[in-house]
């Protein structure tokens, strides 16, 4: 994987109440630190995830692997935070030149998603942040978790451990979308109909046959976790609830 190092530091998480385009959820704006991380340069392609996936490796009877991969989602605080990559408006890039930076569907005209890396980077040199495919994040969705946050302290690494399978949150808009859903403080949350169509039983808890806009890029912290915060973080994907 082509991984970029960022350095980790401090930004304002979330969208301000004048920003055209947002929601409730994604206020009030609050002060957040994360500490420094790689991330994958580009989203997860098929290439990039077929060897994982057919490999002769030891696997659980759900399918993940015995041996916990050091690799992970980003949070949605490390999402946000390399997606603004510095800067503080609805984009890394000035609204006018999106359509360089981001594959989207203004017109309502696209089938599909591009290769990866057909736009211009973000500032810290990530592609696809806004558009191509919707990325997955760690979190639980909840439509106030920011004004749980409110006070005014800094939070340092926020993540919302999920105790369910629905919903959890997205970001960063897809291929699917017009601009405004691309927004760097945007929030998505999943919900069963994204499955409608999975014909096996029980249904998968990966499988998004009606997602086709969905996808991921990985992440790997600096600080190794300890053993029992890895076994956390790492298996979040695997509740059925």
Known sequence: ???????????MMGSPEDEKGRFEDEGPQHKVQVDPFWMGKYEVTWNMYDPFMITGIARNKDGSPEKIDYYRLPT???????????????????E?????FA??????????????????PN?????????????????????????????GNTVI????????????????????DPPEELRSARRIFSDESWKVQDPQLPKSIWYHTDAQW?????VRPLKVPDAQKMEQLWNIGRIDG
């Open 76 to 94: 949605e605080a490390e999402w946000e935070y390399a997606c603004r990559a510095g800067t503080n408006g609805a984009f890394s890039c000035d």
């Open 157 to 176: 690494n926020p993540l919302v451990i999920p105790t369910t399978l629905y919903p959890r949150v997205a970001r960063g808009g897809s291929w699917y």
């Open 214 to 218: 969905l996808g991921f890029r990985i």
């Open 1 to 11: 994987y082509e991984m970029v190092a960022l350095k980790g530091g401090e930004f």
């Open 103 to 120: 594959v989207m569907d203004p017109k309502q005209i696209r089938t599909g998603y591009e290769k990866v890396g057909t736009k211009k």
């Open 123 to 151: 500032p810290w040199g990530l592609y696809d942040m806004h558009g191509n495919v919707m990325e997955w994040c760690l979190d639980q969705y909840f439509d106030d978790t920011y004004s749980r946050r409110a006070g």
């Open 96 to 100: 006018s030149e999106l359509e360089d």
